[in-house]
């Protein structure tokens, strides 16, 4: 059937925690979807991000025809690192030897999520996991980006930065610099093992990869709900900096669609950022699909915006 | 001579840039005053601080008999690092190498640099340079703490989150989230050989270590000195960062002395500081003293305080 269909289209989404395939005829409709480990270029590095690419998408083709395959859209955070030829040609490699001879077209990820929300060419995007990114995007690119700098520059109100704030508060609680608050015992409970104390949280802190703090951050969601007010500030803040950084890349007035997608998207902190940024909040249901419907426009590039609009939403039902 | 003085003293300061030796008489007369590469046991590990201890020691010891030196106090960073029994076998070790069997005391860097600026008993430091830390100092020990969490958890407005915010607003001028600064240029000059652009710097400062970036700090007082606006903010914002650290450890109206010690103490930032918090801040000549002076006190208990407060001025007296 899918030869009826004039080929068929792939993409993909490189994160640090999975690499997400979809394969779809240039109509829309969705013939494989595959998650693998992940496998983000800079995260990862390029040779292991390649080889995660390679698995996945075998995986994805299995019972379908690799050389139908006529397009190929690669979204991945840190998309500079793919501009170095050295990477793109590990990745063409990786798909040519699973039989994929299209050569893939990179974009970054934040286009890749507008795009798997909204089939309209301009809005604004907030990306908020484990880093934090805000994008204005125009003709479906990144026109402008606000924080995105990494954990160590910025990524202010990202899951890294509050389980940050939950050690730092929890070290004020002991100290008395600061508030007491329940996160004292669940950050310790996670990171220590000998008694609480100031030192020992820094020493700790300091013996892991500092990204590891991301995973604290739930200890605050859950905090906030038992009532904390500590917690409760932070997601306060958290939110505050993740709607400056959507107001530093949005228009005043701006009535393009607001794209918002990450991990902290369901709870207390996304929550409280779309009340912030008020109007109307889009959430991709799929963030690879932005990557597949990409590829479409690069092979059907003759076709109406009002075709290409009904083949996204074809992409978009699950 | 030194004979007479019925035994010697030794201070030491182990920096993560320096090691500083004092060996004095117990009357307080300067005998060597010794400076080694850096040898502090968090930043560089036991053993290399080990070794550099122990060379510098050898080097303040020439001519001197090591037989004599009946007390030691040794002033560190990271404390808790020297309360494991391994470290301090591996510096008594050192130590015994070069002739001198007085088993050391250890002391955190806040309370040397304290008893180096005075010998009253209570009071507050403030030490701001790599890293910053306020320091509530009761009968001349550590009674609280603010900040001093490390790089990753905290040390506002020391040299290490002057040099994050210059990278910050440079990469902000360069995205136009931010006014222009002649930081962009400067800080790209030392970071980059390629065109200036938001992705090469944000890869440029993740490619290093990020204690690097306290490198970056002279480029901003430079900048607030030819007049730039942005420059003079991360001034502002670090002074007030430090001096609310001070609020912190400082009771209401307390007539104590304060101490301020480091690396900023004769730069904008250190100056704004000092306004801010007003009254009388002292600055140590010599940061080594307070560690010789304690060794004194250790070792000549049965003295009265304006006999040791004597032997502080002599030992202060360059």
């Known amino acids: 059937m899918w030869r009826q269909m004039a080929g068929l289209v792939l993409g993909a989404d490189l994160g640090a925690t999975s690499t997400r395939i979809l394969v779809a005829t240039v109509a829309g409709r969705r013939l494989a979807s595959v998650t693998g480990g992940g496998g983000n270029p800079t995260t990862h590095g390029v ?18 025809p690799a050389d139908e395959v006529r397009a190929v859209v690669i979204g991945a955070a840190g998309r500079a690192t793919l ?3 050295r990477a793109s040609r590990a990745f063409s490699d990786s798909l040519a030897d699973v039989g994929i001879m299209a050569r893939p077209q990179y974009v970054g990820d934040a286009e890749v999520a507008f795009c798997s929300a909204t089939s309209v060419p301009d809005g604004t995007v907030l990306l908020a996991g484990t880093g934090a990114m805000a994008v204005q995007i125009r003709d479906r690119r990144t026109a402008r980006a606000s924080d995105g700098l990494g954990w160590l520059l910025g990524d202010e109100g990202s899951s890294f930065w509050i389980g940050r704030e939950a050690v730092r ?3 004020a609680a002991i100290t008395g610099t600061g ?7 669940s950050v310790a409970g996670r990171l220590l093992s000998e008694p609480v104390h100031r030192s020992a949280l820094i020493r700790a802190v300091a013996a892991r990869p500092p990204i590891e703090l991301a995973a604290l951050a739930p200890l605050v969601t859950e905090a ?16 505050d900096r993740l709607a400056g950084s959507v107001a530093q890349v949005r228009e005043p007035g ?28 889009l959430t991709p249901a799929d963030g690879v699909v932005g990557a597949a419907w990409l590829a479409v426009r690069h092979l059907r590039s003759g076709w109406t ?13 699950r």
Chains 1, 2 share one sequence.
Do not use: N
């Open 47 to 64: 040779q292991r991000a390649a080889v995660e690419l390679g698995a996945t998408v075998r995986r994805a083709l299995d019972g379908l």
């Open 83 to 85: 501009d170095d030829p």
């Open 169 to 171: 508060a929890s070290i």
């Open 179 to 185: 508030p007491a608050t329940v996160l004292t015992a």
């Open 224 to 239: 906030e709900a038992a009532g904390d007010q500590v917690a409760a500030a932070i997601c306060e803040d958290a939110a």
């Open 254 to 281: 701006e009535r393009t669609p607001l794209v918002f997608s990450g991990s902290l998207v369901r709870t207390p902190v996304g929550r409280r950022v779309v009340q912030r940024i008020g109007g109307e909040v």
């Open 305 to 317: 915006e009002s075709q290409l609009a009904h083949v996204h939403a074809v992409l978009a039902a």
